[in-house]
């Protein structure tokens, strides 16, 4: 780990320089022994600039140097020099042979980034800079070479030795030993190496690609979980027929491997050839995984595929362009899932991410630009900001150029640059070449952070039928202090008579026709549209599907939106009207919860509501999103300031009078759900299930009468769906019920690791007031394990996100305790301890009593002594 008293260096996009240096191969040996492992690299490197003479500047950390040789010369010590962080040999020919032999110790490498021990396996993670805590190396992405790898091993408890590209060689050794050879023919970046030693069951299978070629498709787990990894090698198998279809890419090398490794920092990881990925996210069966679980598998699988062509084959030239590879990736993905599934839930459970997770991250003191400027640690710049918005931005391209404009974009970028780490802008201007324009304006979307407010003024004129829609855009500040120019956004738009009837547009500027719908082409600090042979005052639909990542403002009335709620033909905006609903509502409580009044919801939305949920709605998971009461997250994005337990108790007042006066409603969906549910992965059963357990979910909330239904449910459940569905809707009970189920969960589940990380994840957003003795006596319990990160996100982070009741205690305790767990995570695993800081970077949004105690949690964690790089980043930003 770096520390604080290491030198705490900002890296800064604008110094970036080509590498003096290129490795045209590296040839790698590997030995793994109980105690320590032996390295030896040899390098091939060659001078970039003959006229040079710039010293060798090699990336290390951690590392024990046993011998060092130039050309097969030995070097003195006088000719090289060895910092915590580097190596550096003085004086090097244009073109050398270098040999570097070193010794590290995985089994104490508790940070999960390098070589490292999962349970009995060796495994790596290399992605950002972990390869230079395996061997001396120029550790960044625009220096790609030929791997060879060589691993040598005990047979018996290793008997499976894999690395990237292709088996070349293998055979016995003395000592029970035995070894294996890989050679990857791609060039690649350090950080797509990968190496797994083990005793693993192979699971096998393959896929004939378009051009006809076959690929031996594998999955290695621990022998007991060998019976789940059908829907992973499914998922797999659609993500490269989709892949080829919607792209024309095809898989590059003979086989595909994938390992689950139950401690990863992260979701998964695409090394070429050799995915490395968290068990969370390849092994499910019905038992032990919901409805839920499987889309992510399905959903993660694709992603680390996609990678290969978007990442992989064109990589990054530095970290700054991360969202190169991440955000276009992350787009991919989302295709491939909306393919695969529901289109519209798919698209909610997406801007669900970006109006909670990312427009705070925005508002807050770690906001940065799709393409940052600067870092301290680069593994902090793994955002929502970078992934997901850098996604959405993408997806405005796609809307922009249309499905075949976008296309051809596309096939010029894999065109120029395959084999190549390049730029942002090397990719916007492929897209930009291929149609014919440029994206000059578009280019802010990378380079200025924030979210934009538009902010809709609406005027209607019956004598000339005329509509007038007045959009006018601003940026608030972000730390960087940059004034902000006007972004270019696609507004998609629509409108409605006063029976939810579409009016024909008819506009002379700017209106944007596609066979996705009409768009406002917002450009300017000011755009106006005007709508002729407009009959009557339209109700207007807005952003619909979320065609631009901003904030949109329109002075809708209560009427307006139950509209758009129950007749918008865009089913993303009906679900958007629903929680402008939502928010709507709990803002006038907080009011009122604020000015001493008693609450009252309105009778005219719990009507509204009455109806939606008698109405035939295309499909019921999409239902059970339009009845999902806005979260405190998402309400919270819509506030200045964050009035904590006004918006709580708000908040809890709507949910309890919706279920209260829906029940019967609530409970014939529940039925007619139930009977339509056949217990099946298909689509129609999932979406059933949804909307079975949110109702469920309500009706507990409704009275205790109901939690014989849930307690029937649990008992006869097929799936783990409905076992968490049932689980869930009594997780905020008072009743003894409640521990009765819990404890007879984990009996049952104890052996399943992933399904007793739902079991924690789920007690530490109980809004129970007992929930953090809890959880603290959960942390001793044999289920957790602070040095696995699975668990700790599911204790700990589900705590500090999901539980915002027992988080924000009024004498600061919850944000105490998870200030103690960044402290006890920092030296051990900084990346997790890092993540866990989160929820603490909010403080000058809250109210003043609030703001003062989430203050102190993070000046308790700076003083708190050596700091990584990974806590120290965010903890001085937020402090600031
Ligand atoms: N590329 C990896 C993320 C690596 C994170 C390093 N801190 C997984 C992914 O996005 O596919
Ligand atoms: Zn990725």
């Known amino acids: 780990m770096k520390m604080q008293n290491a030198k705490l260096k900002t890296t800064y996009l604008k110094d970036y320089q080509l590498p003096d240096f290129a490795i045209h191969s590296i040839d790698l040996h590997v030995e793994l022994n109980e105690d320590k492992t032996i390295v030896h690299s040899l390098l091939h490197v060659e001078r970039r600039l003959p006229q040079q003479t710039t010293p060798l500047v090699l990336h290390g950390e951690g590392l024990k140097l046993l011998s060092l040789r130039l050309d097969e010369k030995p070097l003195a010590q006088t000719e090289y020099e060895q910092t915590l962080q580097s190596l550096t040999i003085k004086s090097v020919p244009h073109s050398f042979q270098l040999e570097i032999v070193t010794e590290i110790l995985p089994q104490k490498n508790t940070s999960l980034s390098g070589l490292y021990r999962s349970g009995k396996l060796f495994c790596t993670q290399c992605e950002a800079e972990g390869f230079r805590r395996i061997t001396y190396y120029l550790d960044r992405p625009d220096v790609m070479s030929l791997f060879t790898t060589t691993i040598v091993a005990d047979k018996a408890k290793y008997p499976i030795l894999l690395s990237n590209g292709n088996k070349i060689e293998a055979g016995e050794l003395s000592e029970n030993r035995h070894y294996v050879k890989w050679q990857d023919p791609f060039k690649k970046p350090s950080y797509l190496f990968a190496l797994v030693a083990g005793d693993l069951v192979k699971i096998s299978d393959n896929y004939q690609t378009q051009s006809g070629r076959n690929v031996a498709l594998e999955i290695y787990v621990e022998a007991q979980n060998k019976d789940k990894t059908d829907y992973a090698m499914q998922a797999l198998k659609h993500a490269m027929l989709w892949d080829e279809k919607a792209y024309g890419r095809e898989y590059d090398l003979d086989v595909y491997m994938i390992v689950a490794v139950n401690d990863f920092n992260m979701g998964a990881m695409e090394n070429k050839g050799l995915n490395i990925f968290n068990s969370k996210y390849v092994l499910a069966s019905e038992k032990t995984a919901t409805d839920v679980d499987f889309q992510n598998v399905e959903a993660v699988i694709g992603h680390e595929y996609f990678h290969n062509w978007t990442g992989n084959r064109i990589t990054c030239r530095d970290w700054f362009q991360l969202s190169l590879k991440e955000g276009l990736t992350v787009f991919r993905e989302q295709q491939f899932s909306a393919s695969m599934g529901s289109p519209t839930v798919k698209r909610i459970t997406d801007a669900r991410i970006i109006r909670t997770r990312q427009f705070a991250e925005d508002a807050g003191p770690m906001a940065h630009p799709v393409r940052p400027e600067s870092y301290i640690e680069i593994n902090n710049f793994y955002t929502s900001t970078v992934y997901n918005k850098g996604a959405e931005v993408i997806r405005m391209l796609h809307t922009l150029f249309g499905q075949a404009g976008f296309r051809k974009g596309m096939d010029l970028y894999f065109e120029r640059f395959d084999g190549q780490a390049v730029t942002i802008e090397d990719f916007v201007k492929a897209l930009a070449d291929a149609n014919g324009t440029d994206l000059n304006q578009f280019f802010r979307w990378y380079n200025q952070a924030g979210t934009p407010l538009v902010n809709v003024k609406e005027a209607y004129d019956a004598k000339l039928k005329q509509f007038k829609l007045t959009l006018t855009q601003q940026c608030p500040k972000t730390p960087d202090n940059l004034s902000k120019e006007p972004f270019i956004m696609p507004i998609k738009v629509a409108l409605y008579d006063e029976k939810g009837t579409k009016i024909a547009l008819e506009c002379k500027s700017n209106l944007h026709k596609t066979s996705e719908g009409s768009f406002l082409i917002v450009d300017k600090e000011t755009n106006e549209f005007i709508f002729e042979n407009v009959p009557i005052k339209p109700v207007p639909s807005l952003l619909g599907n979320f065609s631009a990542p901003v904030k949109l403002s329109y002075p809708y009335t209560e009427a307006e939106l139950v509209l758009l709620m129950l007749s918008d033909e865009d089913l993303f905006n009906r679900w958007d009207a629903s929680q402008r609903l939502g928010t709507k509502a709990i803002k006038s409580l907080m009011k009122d919860h604020l000015a001493d009044k008693s609450l009252v919801v309105p009778t005219t939305l719990i009507e509204a509501y009455r109806e939606l949920l008698q109405q035939d709605i295309p499909e019921p998971a999409l239902l059970a999103q339009l009845i999902t009461i806005p979260s405190f997250h998402y309400v919270a994005e819509n506030l200045e300031i964050i009035e904590v337990d006004a918006l709580i108790t708000a908040r809890k007042t709507l949910v309890e009078v919706f279920a209260q006066s829906l029940e019967e409603e609530l409970a014939k969906v529940y039925q007619a759900c139930q009977e339509q549910d056949d217990g099946s992965l298909k689509n129609t059963s999932m979406s059933h299930r949804a909307l079975k357990n949110t109702c469920l979910y309500y009706l507990v909330k409704a009275g205790a009468k109901w939690l014989k239904l849930a307690q029937a449910q649990y008992e006869k459940a097929r799936n783990m769906t409905d076992k968490m569905g049932a689980l869930s809707a009594i997780n905020h009970s008072t009743s003894t019920l409640r521990q009765t189920l819990f404890d007879d969960f984990y009996k049952t589940y104890q052996k399943e690791d992933l399904v007793v990380n739902k079991w924690l994840a789920l ?66 695993n900084p990346q997790v301890a890092a993540r866990l800081l989160e929820g ?3 403080w000058k949004r809250l109210d003043a009593t609030h703001s003062a105690l989430m203050k102190n949690a993070l000046i308790k964690i700076e003083s708190s002594g050596d700091l990584s790089e990974d806590v120290f980043e965010i903890v001085t930003k937020s402090l600031k």
């Open 763 to 828: 007690q530490a957003c109980a809004d129970l007031p007992n929930v953090l003795e809890n959880i603290n006596k959960l942390l001793k319990h044999e289920g957790f394990d602070i040095a696995n990160p699975n668990k700790v996100y599911s204790l700990i982070n589900t705590f500090a996100m999901s539980n915002p009741e027992r988080f924000h205690d009024d004498e600061g305790k919850g944000y105490e305790f998870i200030a103690l767990r960044v402290i006890e995570l920092n030296a051990r």
């Open 840 to 842: 603490l970077t909010q």
